[in-house]
């Protein structure tokens, strides 16, 4: 055989090589992760195991039936590979957002300190002091309670001094705020079972974000929290409640859109507790179209959620997030959630902005229950624990 053909043999074997191994070594690095990731996202799909039915998972029972689920409708969140964010400290946020909420309720800090500060207090005067308060929320019967306490005591001691004014505002405010109020957060469950904590509140202020930043805190208190995502009626707050979960690698159990809100409660305790997980923190529907339907189905979800937990446990915490620019019309909301399902702690959010800091008070006074946590921004880390002193600092450092 001729030199020309050797060499022209030659590259035709070295090719023939290269196409094979190629071929025994599979696809490539980029294909691979993208089948793994369609892969994932296939698995993350909620699955009906329940032939013909309307998108309920298995064992979602009819409106009204409280019998428990045959086996949990909600599947799990794969988690991404990505690393979970570390959430900022709760034990520092209150002091990182004081000057942003003494800035919003300034003019209340302000307008009272200045009142009181008058060479003449008289009668004309302290009906302002009281008319500031009211409008500030605080409540008719609370303001002129503490209208009266300020009263008094600026009488007996004679003094118009600003810093003993002060003082004495800041003593009655922190009074009516009332720092003797559990403020702690129930999430120690018994012995070998998550705590679960139920968040109620009406579609809009907030409720399914909150939940997602009571996660960070919890996460960030070294919590294992399971997330569930009871609101099955609002198109987007399974992926919303995921989306947060996923941020700090906690597990969101869901259903499909338009399933038993039950039964994904119920599987969301259920694998919390297989999990040996601290905490299982439950979202739930909030819209108030049919009021007297959702009020039904709330009671039904904390029954059933409490189901796969030991006799005798129940849910540890019921938390309503009210939108404190509402003032007083988030009343008649606390109310309303307050008669069906024993509400153990308040969520004010949005407390910057329009806000009124009296709402505090108020609720507080009407539900016979504490403020645990207010929110004061957009900001993922922006949702403090409450505490009184530090709140009434923050509307008088203005």
């Known amino acids: 055989m001729d030199p020309l053909s050797l060499i022209v043999l030659g590259a035709l074997a070295v090719i023939i090589a290269v196409i094979l191994s190629l071929g ?10 993208a089948r793994q990731a369609e892969a994932e996202r296939r698995a993350a799909e909620p699955v009906s195991t329940e032939p013909g039915s309307r998108g309920e998972g298995a064992g979602a029972s009819g409106a009204g039936d409280d019998a428990e689920p045959a086996a949990p409708s909600a599947t799990g969140e794969h988690l991404s590979e990505r690393p979970a964010e570390t959430p900022t400290a709760p034990a520092t946020r209150l002091g990182r957002l004081r000057a942003r909420l003494a800035k919003s309720n300034s003019a209340l800090g302000r307008g009272l300190l200045a009142l009181l500060s008058r060479d003449t207090l008289d009668e004309a005067t302290w009906e302002e002091i009281e008319d500031t308060l009211i409008m500030a929320d605080l409540g008719v019967d609370t303001a002129g309670e503490l209208v009266e306490a300020l009263r008094e005591r600026v009488r007996v001691i004679g003094t118009r001094d600003p810093e003993t004014v002060r003082q004495l505002l800041r003593e009655e405010l922190i009074r009516v705020v009332d720092p003797s109020m559990d403020r702690e957060l129930a999430v120690a469950g018994p012995d070998g079972e998550p705590a679960v904590v139920l968040v109620v509140g009406v579609n809009g202020s907030g409720k399914t974000t909150t939940v997602g930043k009571i996660a ?3 996460v960030a208190e070294d919590k294992d929290v399971v997330l569930g995502a009871a609101d099955t009626f609002r198109a987007a707050a399974s992926e919303q409640l995921t989306t947060w979960g996923e941020r700090v690698g906690v597990e969101t159990i869901r259903g499909p859109e338009g399933s038993d809100p039950a039964s994904v409660a119920y599987a969301a ?9 601290d905490v299982v923190l439950i979202d739930t529907a909030g819209r108030l179209q049919n009021k007297r339907g959702l ?14 937990l030991s006799e005798g446990h129940r849910i540890d915490e019921v938390l309503l997030v009210l939108d ?6 988030g009343m008649k909301q606390a109310q309303v959630f307050a008669e069906v399902v ?16 009296g709402i505090v008070v108020a609720v507080q006074r009407e539900l016979g229950v504490p403020v645990k946590l207010i ?3 957009e900001g993922a880390d922006d949702l403090a624990p409450f505490t009184a002193e530090g709140f009434v600092d923050a509307l008088l450092e203005g």
Not at 269 to 277: L, P
Not at 295 to 308: I, N, S, Y
């Open 324 to 329: 404190a620019t509402t003032g007083q019309n």
């Open 375 to 377: 929110g004061l921004g």
């Open 24 to 33: 025994l070594r599979g696809p490539s690095a980029s294909a691979k992760a």
């Open 295 to 308: 009020m039904d189905e709330l009671g039904k979800v904390k029954r059933v959620a409490t189901r796969p």
């Open 216 to 218: 960070r805190v919890l």
């Open 269 to 277: 305790v259920e694998a919390g507790k297989g999990s040996g997980a």
């Open 342 to 357: 024993d509400i153990t702690g308040i969520v004010l959010t949005k407390l910057d902005g329009t806000a009124k800091g």
